[in-house]
């Protein structure tokens, strides 16, 4: 029997990451459902009454403000044109382009097919299109979550390493809360576009791995 057992913890540990990936398409396929059929998500009203009555001041809006910026076109596009530059290995610089071309052309596909609207209630900035999955918060953790993924693979420094992979996790779920924060998404948009774009980065790292940086 413990043979039995310590087989399928060798198993679970060896595919954690497809099971992950199972999970998360999933659960994503699951509010996609809801979005779909136009039904009431519980984790929208809970997920906004929360933000609301814990955060939402005069102090703390400028800095959702910033936050959601880093989640932004310009500011991606940036860091992935300087990545391109000023990355000696010129494939890694391409892989990390080509990872915010396709998250944002997914984002893209799969607004258009869901075409939710955004909320209206209480808006503190202004936004265009549809509202599911979010964009800021799906496109940011396939950009920042790969980033994370090289800085593991090549940062030696363990402290370097772990600091940075910590800034950016949190910088990436900061920017979820700020879509929030700032009314122009529901919860299960962001949680909607965090779910995708994990499913999506364990694909995507596995066949840069394989085809470019094995190379």
Same mark, same amino acid.
């Given at each position: 029997?413990?043979?039995?057992?310590?087989?399928?913890?060798?198993?679970?540990?060896?595919?954690?990451?497809?099971?992950?990936?199972?999970?998360?398409?999933?659960?994503?396929?699951?509010?996609?459902?809801?979005?779909?059929?136009?039904?009431?998500?519980?984790?929208?009203?809970?997920?906004?009454?929360?933000?609301?009555?814990?955060?939402?001041?005069?102090?703390?809006?400028?800095?959702?403000?910033?936050?959601?910026?880093?989640?932004?076109?310009?500011?991606?596009?940036? @860091?992935?044109?300087?990545?391109?530059?000023?990355? $000696? #290995? /010129? *494939? =890694?610089?391409?892989?990390?382009?080509?990872? +915010?071309? !396709?998250?944002?052309?997914?984002?893209?596909?799969?607004?258009?097919?869901?075409?939710?609207?955004?909320?209206?209630?209480?808006?503190?900035?202004?936004?265009?299109?549809?509202?599911?999955?979010?964009?800021?918060?799906?496109?940011?953790?396939?950009?920042?979550?790969? @980033?994370?993924?090289?800085?593991?693979?090549?940062? $030696? #420094? /363990? *402290? =370097?390493?772990?600091?940075?992979?910590?800034? +950016?996790? !949190?910088?990436?779920?900061?920017?979820?809360?700020?879509?929030?924060?700032?009314?122009?998404?529901?919860?299960?948009?962001?949680?909607?576009?965090?779910?995708?774009?994990?499913?999506?980065?364990?694909?995507?790292?596995?066949?840069?791995?394989?085809?470019?940086?094995?190379?």
């Amino acid at each position: 029997m413990k043979f039995k057992i310590q087989d399928i913890k060798d198993w679970l540990l060896k595919n954690s990451k497809w099971l992950i990936l199972f999970i998360c398409i999933i659960a994503f396929l699951a509010i996609a459902e809801s979005v779909w059929n136009k039904e009431i998500i519980v984790i929208d009203i809970i997920g906004y009454k929360v933000i609301s009555n814990l955060l939402i001041s005069d102090l703390v809006t400028p800095i959702a403000k910033i936050i959601t910026n880093f989640g932004g076109a310009i500011c991606l596009s940036l @860091i992935a044109i300087i990545s391109l530059i000023t990355i $000696k #290995n /010129k *494939k =890694i610089g391409i892989s990390v382009c080509l990872n +915010l071309i !396709i998250a944002t052309a997914l984002n893209i596909l799969l607004k258009n097919i869901l075409q939710r609207p955004r909320p209206i209630e209480f808006r503190l900035i202004n936004e265009t299109g549809y509202s599911f999955p979010s964009g800021h918060s799906m496109i940011s953790m396939a950009f920042y979550g790969f @980033i994370i993924y090289l800085i593991y693979k090549y940062v $030696k #420094n /363990k *402290k =370097i390493k772990y600091t940075l992979i910590t800034v +950016l996790s !949190i910088l990436i779920f900061s920017i979820g809360i700020s879509r929030i924060y700032l009314g122009v998404h529901y919860t299960s948009d962001v949680l909607g576009g965090f779910l995708i774009s994990i499913s999506y980065l364990i694909i995507y790292t596995r066949l840069v791995k394989r085809f470019v940086l094995e190379k």
